[in-house]
């Protein structure tokens, strides 16, 4: 993998327009080895796919012997389904419609087993007297709140829930899941102390549920922020970390620990230049994740300027003096939050060995797909 200074340069670049989303395969490739490595084999490893939401590099992946995923959508989910990916948990407790859609995605692709979190009876019955009508039963995972207040149950009230779940035929506990993303301190030791803090009561669960049923379930814990505090943890909690396969600039700033690589970028150019001291580039709302406060990206290749107005179709910059830049000029950029940016990209261009050489369609970005 190329880490020189100037890594980022595509060498046929000027021929693609601007904004758009370029993939380095040989860092990506990087970052799974890097994933492996932190989680000490590929078996504790439940990567999310929310990140990237592209068959190819669910097929490194899994090329890398990584054969269980997570997701948040059922776009997602069916993504991994296409791909033939063994084990698919949709770490969304679905609704609704949702229900339905999971269900035909379990009869649609037959060599996926697909499972779904929980963390209610209703929602379990639901799920159980619409997949008894379709298929034997769904596996589920019980999912916990430790600390992040978005979704789940306390710890303290879920052994009652299983209970009131192992009753359903139409569903099985297979695990619990618990995603602590509250917790994102910049020192490793302050993070993992509160990690375990929040863990406790997990593992306290999982012991009750074994004493009482003899059932041994796995735990799905965290996400990158506390990736490689559960990674320390016995070989029954599974690891699954996202933004690291593609990493940004906010994980980078925040989190000196680890030492993922710059995978994606986004390309940008100087459509404007406005007084004196002021640029504008073609990198608005639409091209890059816009719900942080400013800024919004670092430039690689432009060593000043302060981000000072966002808008749907222009960020613009201060700049000491803009005679320096000339209309048209390409720059290259590391969003600082990268899950989202690549939602309003339906392609990628995709880097290798200093050229751009392919796309990459960013499926799972569509509400819908197939099903």
Request: aromatic fraction near 8%.
């Amino acid at each position: 993998m190329d880490n020189s200074a100037n890594w980022y340069k595509a060498d046929n670049i000027e021929g693609i327009d601007s904004p758009a989303l370029l993939i380095y395969q040989d860092r990506v490739t990087s970052n799974i080895s890097k994933m492996i490595e932190i989680a000490g084999g590929v078996h504790r490893l439940r990567p999310h796919v929310k990140t990237y939401k592209m068959p190819e590099i669910v097929s490194m992946q899994m090329a890398a012997g990584i054969n269980q995923f997570k997701c948040a959508t059922i776009s997602e989910a069916e993504m991994l389904g296409m791909v033939e990916a063994p084990d698919v948990l949709l770490a969304y407790q679905p609704t609704g419609p949702k229900i339905d859609r999971l269900l035909k995605l379990v009869e649609n692709y037959p060599k996926t087993s697909f499972s779904a979190l929980i963390d209610n009876a209703q929602t379990a019955k639901d799920i159980s007297d619409n997949s008894i009508e379709k298929n034997p039963f769904l596996n589920v995972f019980i999912d916990l709140d430790t600390g992040n207040h978005r979704t789940g149950i306390s710890p303290d009230l879920a052994l009652n829930l299983y209970e009131e779940c192992s009753k359903l035929s139409g569903i099985k506990i297979v695990g619990l899941h618990a995603y602590d993303g509250h917790l994102r301190n910049n020192d490793f030791n302050e993070r993992k102390n509160l990690c375990d803090v929040a863990f406790l009561p997990v593992d306290e669960l999982r012991k009750q549920i074994i004493a009482l049923y003899q059932d041994e379930l796995d735990i799905i814990a965290g996400g990158t922020p506390t990736f490689k505090c559960h990674a320390l943890r016995g070989k029954y909690v599974i690891c699954s970390p996202g933004t690291c396969l593609l990493w940004d600039w906010g994980y980078h700033k925040k989190f000196p620990d680890y030492d993922f690589s710059f995978a994606a970028l986004v390309i940008s150019r100087i459509i404007s230049k406005v007084g004196s001291d002021r640029i504008t580039l073609d990198l608005g709302h639409k091209a890059i994740a816009s719900e942080n406060p400013l800024p919004r990206v670092h430039f690689l290749n432009m060593p000043e300027g302060e981000q000072v107005s966002h808008s749907e179709e222009h960020l613009v910059l201060q700049v000491k003096d803009n005679s320096k830049y000339k209309v048209g000029e390409l720059f290259y950029c590391v969003p600082y939050h990268i899950c989202p940016t690549v939602s309003l990209y339906s392609e990628a261009e995709i880097v290798k060995n200093g050229s751009v050489s392919d796309k990459w369609q960013v499926i799972a970005r569509d509400r819908v797909i197939g099903v």
